[in-house]
């Protein structure tokens, strides 16, 4: 790995914890539990990443499962249990975090793009699109409860140029939201109507342009991580108006970044692709700027970003080895907001979301 460089600052506020990994694609999605740590969804990594950030410690944890590919999203239920989306491997990974235990629940469908929470008790994921069979591009509705599982949502969205979704968030509106990939399109299902629609007329960008997706710190915009065709962050608000970031220009040509998430200080923050910066994306002005120290030319180095109850943010290692820890942001007021879950109404907050 290329020596560490700080970016501007004596301390860079980032620092690896837990154990070195190895293989490529080790996880694809991370979410946070009620006991307060975070867990790595398995993408070609054998198992579970538990993530403990009171001890700053990283564990393997349940049984190896053997495959690529195999789930890609993970997101809390109200349950208390986390579920991880079926894409090569055609089930659910349920996980309890009281027991560190996992189950597999049979799906019929694979090919799940992210996985999200909605407030009616079921979980929806965005299916790839791309052709083939035309339910590709239809969501699949689980109830985790029933155990029943369905497709819901239009399936003929081939007006659109381009092909793959990348994962499923829960928005304001109680509608979940894809990012487009290269479609160029973002996509928006009503459960309440079983209807689809196309939330903006304009393109974002080119081929794969968009990745990363997340509601952001004021609870008004959906914003984007730039994966190859961009360098900056581009946002919506909730009316589909475009607002593009300025500031930061690419260190690196190709794949820029790979997800994003609010951070305690009311800033965005980017999980890195090819960039060998984590991105700050400051929404007092819209500038983005690189953050911490340089990591060096790794491709795709983390797929996923989320803040835990401390206050601090952690990245899901795909090429990279080792977990990445960011401190020194702030803290959130409660637990609550970060887990995603109202402690009175049960109904999901603006965190809530899946990869």
């Not at 003929?156 to 928005?171: A, K």
Request: glycine share 12%; hydrophobic share 35%; with cysteine.
């Amino acid at each position: 790995m290329t020596a560490i460089q700080f970016f501007g600052r004596v301390d860079p506020k980032m620092r690896f914890i837990g154990p070195e990994f190895t293989g490529s694609a080790k996880t694809m999605g991370m979410a946070l539990a009620g006991n307060g740590c975070l867990y790595c969804c398995p993408f070609h990594h054998p198992r579970v990443l538990k993530i403990d950030p009171e001890n700053a410690t990283v564990t393997e944890i349940g049984p190896e499962y053997i495959g690529f590919s195999k789930w890609w999203g993970i997101c809390s239920h109200s349950n208390g249990k986390l579920y991880c989306a079926p894409n090569a491997r055609l089930t659910y990974l349920e996980i309890d975090p009281a027991t560190d235990t996992m189950t597999e629940i049979n799906s019929v469908y694979d090919l799940a793009r992210g996985i999200s929470f909605h407030p009616n008790g079921k979980l929806y994921s965005w299916r790839s699109g791309g052709g083939g069979d035309s339910d590709r591009n239809q969501l699949i509705e689980f109830d985790p409860i029933s155990l029943q599982i369905n497709l819901v949502g239009e399936s003929d969205l081939s007006n659109v140029p381009g092909g793959f979704f990348r994962t499923t968030i829960l928005g304001k509106d109680n509608r979940i939201y894809n990012s487009v990939g290269n479609k160029r399109r973002i996509y928006r299902y009503d459960p309440a109507s079983d209807t689809t629609e196309i939330f903006n007329t304009e393109d974002i960008g080119g081929n794969n342009s968009h990745w990363g997706m997340c509601l952001a710190a004021d609870n008004e915009n959906i914003y984007y991580a730039n994966h190859i065709d961009g360098n900056m962050l581009t946002w919506y608000d909730t009316n589909g108006v475009k607002g593009v970031a300025s500031g930061y220009q690419a260190y690196s040509p190709g794949a820029n970044n790979f997800a994003i998430t609010p951070a305690p200080d009311g800033n965005l923050f980017c999980a890195p692709a090819n960039s060998p910066f984590v991105i700050r994306h400051k929404t007092i002005d819209g500038i983005d700027s690189p953050f911490g120290f340089n990591m060096g030319t790794t491709g795709e180095k983390y797929t996923s970003i989320k803040c835990a109850g401390n206050g601090k943010l952690y990245l899901a290692p795909y090429n990279m080895p080792r977990v990445l820890e960011i401190y020194g942001i702030g803290e959130f007021t409660s637990f609550s907001q970060v887990y995603g879950f109202d402690p009175i109404t049960n109904e999901p907050t603006i965190y809530m979301r899946g990869l």
